[in-house]
């Protein structure tokens, strides 16, 4: 069970500060002995919006003083932060304590979950093993304690974010994140968003019991959602070392962060915003998030000021202009014919997951790219300036909104804090 579990309907940072500190006395208390070496696992700068750089900063100045305090971004395969991205992410906390996760050379396999298990969890989906490699610094160093900070919010891979997902996606290794991800996506990205357990995290489940049983950790999961008023705020905390502390925060999650709707929408205008996402691997969140709402052959248009590029790595970036996103049979097919695919597979899986399946149109509106680049990658494309004036996203709440000349459509700020989805595609799943 959760050791500390609150919710309301805005807690303070007051009181967001007093739950952490309670939560780190916890665990001092738990432990038997004054840490020593600590390390923290927040996320990176893509969940800025969620405050938990802000909880990684009132843990790190309560322990500095009689600790040795690391910090690992668990970025997994997102590009690491910049020094100015750790001063907006983690405010104080110093440069040097702050470590960057190698996903490609800096982590060690401690296992293995078996082709079996894979094959029966996703019904036959995949049929491979996931190779358990991490973070080397987090296996292998001496730690008396790892505090895990994180937002639970609906996911296309775990069904939920946050929890274990810090460990085996943030501070995984290549293999295992390329596993997973094409575990997950050929299992059905509506398969996956909003499931308390998905088959991906069924088995990460499995490996954090068989492979980390031994770290002194912990989780601290926060939940926001919108008030009356329309802004993101905190609504829960939840803190503990369980499968149940996640649960609890899940589940407060899918009753906050999902909106039902009756029928589907023929158009979704989301943001996403300037200095968080410079991808289409993380402004596809938009897409992700929305897919399950949009009606065949409605429309969603994505503003994304940031947009700089397709992937986070020159070589996934590379491999989205070659194929593109188009539907799923295709790069399955793909993917059985190409080395370069069958390498970056997580690359492939995101592209399965940032497709429409043809059956709604997805409109970018970048802030630095091409029109020749945005309709390379199979998106349509639109002036950001001119969609700017068009849809006013500075002047819309969430919800209904009209245009001067008419165009009624559906309005989300910020796509990565909730899912949305009909009835019908939320209750009755494969």
Same mark, same amino acid.
């Given at each position: 069970?959760?050791?500390?579990?609150?919710?309301?309907?805005?807690?303070?940072?007051?009181?967001?500060?007093?739950?952490?500190?309670?939560?780190?006395?916890?665990?001092?208390?738990?432990?038997?002995?004054?840490?020593?070496?600590?390390?923290?696992?927040?996320?990176?700068?893509?969940?800025?919006?969620?405050?938990?750089?802000?909880?990684?900063?009132?843990?790190?100045?309560?322990?500095?003083?009689?600790?040795?305090?690391?910090?690992?971004?668990?970025?997994?395969?997102?590009?690491?932060?910049?020094?100015?991205?750790?001063?907006?992410?983690?405010?104080?906390?110093?440069?040097?304590?702050?470590?960057?996760?190698?996903?490609?050379?800096?982590?060690?396999?401690?296992?293995?979950?078996?082709?079996?298990?894979?094959?029966?969890?996703?019904?036959?989906? =995949?049929?491979? =093993?996931?190779?358990?490699?991490?973070?080397?610094?987090?296996?292998?160093?001496?730690?008396?304690?790892?505090?895990?900070?994180?937002?639970?919010?609906?996911?296309?891979?775990?069904?939920?974010?946050?929890?274990?997902?810090?460990?085996?996606?943030?501070?995984?290794?290549?293999?295992?994140?390329?596993?997973?991800?094409?575990? =997950?996506?050929?299992?059905?990205?509506?398969?996956?968003?909003?499931?308390?357990?998905?088959?991906?995290?069924?088995?990460?489940?499995?490996?954090?019991?068989?492979?980390?049983?031994?770290?002194?950790?912990?989780?601290?999961?926060?939940?926001?959602?919108?008030?009356?008023?329309?802004?993101?705020?905190?609504?829960?905390?939840?803190?503990?070392?369980?499968?149940?502390?996640?649960?609890?925060?899940?589940?407060?999650?899918?009753?906050?962060?999902?909106?039902?709707?009756?029928?589907?929408?023929?158009?979704?205008?989301?943001?996403?915003?300037?200095?968080?996402?410079?991808?289409?691997?993380?402004?596809?969140?938009?897409?992700?998030?929305?897919?399950?709402?949009?009606?065949?052959?409605?429309?969603?248009?994505?503003?994304?000021?940031?947009?700089?590029?397709?992937?986070?790595?020159?070589?996934?970036?590379? @491999?989205?202009?070659?194929?593109?996103?188009?539907?799923?049979?295709?790069?399955?097919?793909?993917?059985?014919?190409?080395?370069?695919?069958?390498?970056?597979?997580?690359?492939?899986?995101?592209?399965?997951?940032?497709?429409?399946?043809?059956?709604?149109?997805?409109?970018? =509106?970048?802030?630095? @790219?091409?029109?020749?680049?945005?309709?390379?990658?199979?998106?349509?494309?639109?002036?950001?300036?001119?969609?700017?004036?068009?849809?006013?996203?500075?002047?819309?709440?969430?919800?209904?909104?009209?245009?001067?000349?008419?165009?009624?459509?559906?309005?989300?700020?910020?796509?990565?804090?909730?899912?949305?989805?009909?009835?019908?595609? @939320?209750?009755?799943?494969?």
């Amino acid at each position: 069970m959760p050791w500390i579990t609150e919710t309301a309907s805005a807690l303070s940072w007051q009181r967001l500060e007093e739950l952490t500190l309670a939560t780190l006395s916890e665990a001092k208390r738990r432990i038997g002995s004054r840490p020593r070496r600590v390390l923290l696992l927040p996320p990176d700068i893509t969940r800025m919006h969620s405050g938990s750089g802000r909880i990684t900063e009132i843990l790190y100045n309560a322990l500095a003083g009689e600790a040795e305090v690391y910090v690992i971004p668990t970025l997994g395969q997102h590009v690491p932060h910049t020094p100015e991205d750790n001063r907006r992410m983690f405010g104080s906390i110093p440069e040097p304590q702050i470590l960057v996760h190698d996903w490609r050379g800096g982590c060690v396999q401690v296992g293995e979950v078996p082709a079996a298990m894979v094959r029966e969890t996703s019904k036959g989906a =995949a049929d491979w =093993a996931l190779p358990v490699v991490l973070n080397r610094a987090l296996m292998e160093e001496p730690w008396d304690l790892v505090i895990n900070v994180g937002h639970v919010v609906p996911h296309e891979v775990l069904g939920f974010a946050n929890h274990n997902k810090n460990y085996f996606i943030g501070v995984g290794g290549k293999d295992l994140i390329c596993t997973s991800h094409m575990m =997950a996506a050929s299992c059905g990205i509506e398969n996956n968003l909003g499931c308390l357990i998905t088959p991906v995290r069924h088995c990460f489940n499995w490996a954090e019991e068989q492979f980390l049983s031994k770290l002194p950790d912990l989780y601290i999961q926060v939940v926001l959602a919108r008030n009356a008023a329309g802004d993101l705020v905190h609504t829960g905390f939840h803190a503990g070392d369980d499968l149940e502390t996640y649960l609890t925060a899940a589940r407060q999650s899918r009753e906050e962060n999902i909106t039902v709707f009756d029928e589907p929408l023929q158009k979704v205008v989301c943001v996403m915003q300037g200095d968080e996402f410079h991808s289409t691997w993380v402004a596809n969140k938009a897409v992700y998030r929305t897919r399950m709402a949009l009606a065949d052959g409605g429309e969603l248009l994505i503003l994304a000021p940031g947009l700089t590029r397709f992937g986070e790595q020159p070589e996934v970036d590379t @491999l989205i202009r070659k194929y593109g996103y188009v539907p799923s049979p295709r790069v399955l097919e793909l993917y059985r014919q190409n080395a370069d695919m069958q390498d970056l597979a997580h690359g492939t899986a995101h592209l399965m997951h940032g497709t429409s399946e043809g059956r709604f149109r997805i409109t970018y =509106a970048p802030g630095h @790219l091409t029109q020749a680049d945005i309709e390379q990658v199979g998106f349509e494309y639109a002036d950001l300036a001119a969609m700017t004036a068009r849809y006013r996203p500075d002047e819309c709440k969430e919800g209904w909104n009209t245009t001067a000349d008419g165009e009624r459509y559906y309005f989300i700020p910020t796509p990565s804090a909730g899912l949305w989805s009909t009835k019908a595609k @939320l209750y009755d799943r494969a």
